[in-house]
């Protein structure tokens, strides 16, 4: 299993960069963007931790996740937009 | 023979990794909001693909049920399809709001593509004024209609080609 730590490692430290993004974007649409890229990256790290625990109904979670993900920036683009 | 599938999984989690940490590294170093979803999204949706169908097949080989591959391929089908539709609403938002291009940026499709829109609003309503007023004249009502767009195009600035 020593592996899966480095590819965890990895995928954390691409978070860590997005992060930077997050917190410095000039506009609300950049951090926005990064949040989006950053929900992505939290479903494959979800997908290796449900090979890491040996769990398959943990890929359930992933696939809610990556659903709720995506409905949470469609509302916020909207909201940018000034649709709701 | 079932550990190569195991071996095959690895280094597709390492491509995919590799594109996640591109996608990051384009989201900081991109001087835009649209050069940086255009740099970020598509590798992001790339290596989400590796990562998930990778981590399928690492458990196959690792000896759990076939179901892996398919719950694997069922997540990553679905990123594939709503990861360019959120990118795509987002940036939508981002010009409707009227955030700027970088000053580099030399291509405004949409741009080019909404100025066309009115245009063509414009010169369809004067092609029927003049078929109303003219029924014979046509090619005068058209040669009109062809100058008054021009004369929007110059003072536009478009680039016709």
Known sequence: ?84 | MIEVLSWIGQALILIGTFFYFLSTLGLIRMPDVYNRMQTSTKSATLGSLGVIIGVGLWAVGKGYSVAWISMTVIIAAFILLTNPISAHVLIKAAYEKGIPLWHGSVVDKYREFLEREKKGERNEETGAKSGTEADAGTGSGSRTGTQEGSQTGIETGEVRT
């Not at chain 1, 590819?7 to 949040?35: E, K």
């Not at chain 1, 990256?41 to 979670?61: D, F, H």
């Not at chain 1, 509302?75 to 709701?84: D, V």
């Open chain 1, 1 to 84: 299993m020593t592996p899966m730590y480095v590819y965890l490692l990895l995928i954390g430290i691409a978070v860590v960069l997005s992060m930077y993004r997050v917190f410095r974007g000039p506009t609300a649409v950049d951090r926005l963007v990064a949040v989006d890229i950053m929900t992505t990256l939290t479903v494959g790290m979800m997908v290796l931790y449900a090979l890491y625990y040996g769990r398959m109904i943990y890929l359930s979670v992933a696939l809610v996740y990556a659903v709720l993900a995506f409905a949470g920036v469609i509302a916020f683009a909207r909201y940018l937009e000034g649709g709701i």
